[in-house]
T-cell receptor
C-alpha cells in the first residue's frame, strides 16, 4: 500500500554511458508520469503513460531518452549516451486516472510523486 | 506560453502567517495545486483548488484564486519551523494528458 517508489535513489555515471531509472507506481494507478527537475527549477514534464502505452512523449528532450511500461505497472526511463546536461532529479508520479471518473476529477487526476532519482553525469 | 511564476524566497518568523504567490498564464487550467518539497525529498501534495472556486481552506492552509488575474496564493497560518521547504504551484490543464506545469518554486525560511 506504499506510495510511489523509485530506484536507485542516486546514480552516478560517466558521460556517454547508458542508464536506466525505475519507477514503481501506487498499486492500481493506471496513469504514470515522468518529470525532470534541474537544480533550482520546478519539475518539467517528460512523458505520460496510460496503461502500457506512452500517450504523450512530447516532453522528452531528444531521442536519447526513452521510456517503457510493458505491463502497465513498473516503468523504466532509459537514457542513452548520457551527457553532463542530463544531470538532474528524475521524478515519477502516478494517478488513478483512466480507471474511474472523468477528466478533471481530482479523485482520479491528482498525481502522487516518488522521492526521485538523482542522476549525476560526470 | 506555459510559464508559471513564483517569487524565489520568503522569510517569516515562527508563528507569523506566510503568503506564497503564483501567477499562471493558461486560462484553461482545470486544477491548480500546491506541492511542498523538503530537502532531498519528493513532492508532497498539500492542497488543490478547482478553477471555478475562489477560495479553499484546509486547516492552516488557505488557497485563494483570482482567475481574472490568473493569480494563486497559499497562506499558511501560524507558520512553524517544520514548514520550511520549497513550495511549488502547478497548473493542470486536464485533457488527454493532464500534465502539470510547475512554477520555479518559493523557498520558505521560517526563523525561530
Amino acid at each position: 500500500g506504499a506510495g510511489v517508489s523509485q530506484t536507485p535513489s542516486n546514480k552516478v555515471t560517466e558521460k556517454g554511458k547508458y542508464v536506466e531509472l525505475r519507477c514503481d507506481p501506487i498499486s492500481g494507478h493506471t496513469a504514470l508520469y515522468w518529470y525532470r527537475q534541474s537544480l533550482g527549477q520546478g519539475p518539467e514534464f517528460l512523458i505520460y503513460f496510460q496503461g502500457t502505452g506512452a500517450a504523450d512523449d512530447s516532453g522528452l528532450p531528444n531521442d536519447r531518452f526513452f521510456a517503457v511500461r510493458p505491463e502497465g505497472s513498473v516503468s523504466t526511463l532509459k537514457i542513452q549516451r548520457t551527457e553532463r546536461g542530463d544531470s538532474a532529479v528524475y521524478l515519477c508520479a502516478s494517478s488513478l486516472r483512466g480507471r474511474t471518473g472523468l477528466a478533471g476529477n481530482p479523485s482520479t487526476d491528482t498525481q502522487y510523486f516518488g522521492p526521485g532519482t538523482r542522476l549525476t553525469v560526470l | 506560453g506555459e510559464d508559471v511564476e513564483q517569487s524565489l524566497f520568503l522569510s517569516v518568523r515562527e508563528g507569523d502567517s506566510s503568503v506564497i504567490n503564483c501567477t499562471y498564464t493558461d486560462s484553461s487550467s482545470t486544477y491548480l495545486y500546491w506541492y511542498k518539497q523538503e530537502p532531498g525529498a519528493g513532492l508532497q501534495l498539500l492542497t488543490y483548488i478547482f478553477s471555478n472556486m475562489d477560495m479553499k481552506q484546509d486547516q492552516r492552509l488557505t488557497v485563494l484564486l483570482n482567475k481574472k488575474d490568473k493569480h494563486l496564493s497559499l497562506r499558511i497560518a501560524d507558520t512553524q519551523t517544520g514548514d520550511s521547504a520549497i513550495y511549488f504551484c502547478a497548473e493542470s490543464r486536464g485533457g488527454a494528458t493532464n500534465k502539470l506545469i510547475f512554477g520555479t518554486g518559493t523557498l520558505l525560511a521560517v526563523q525561530p
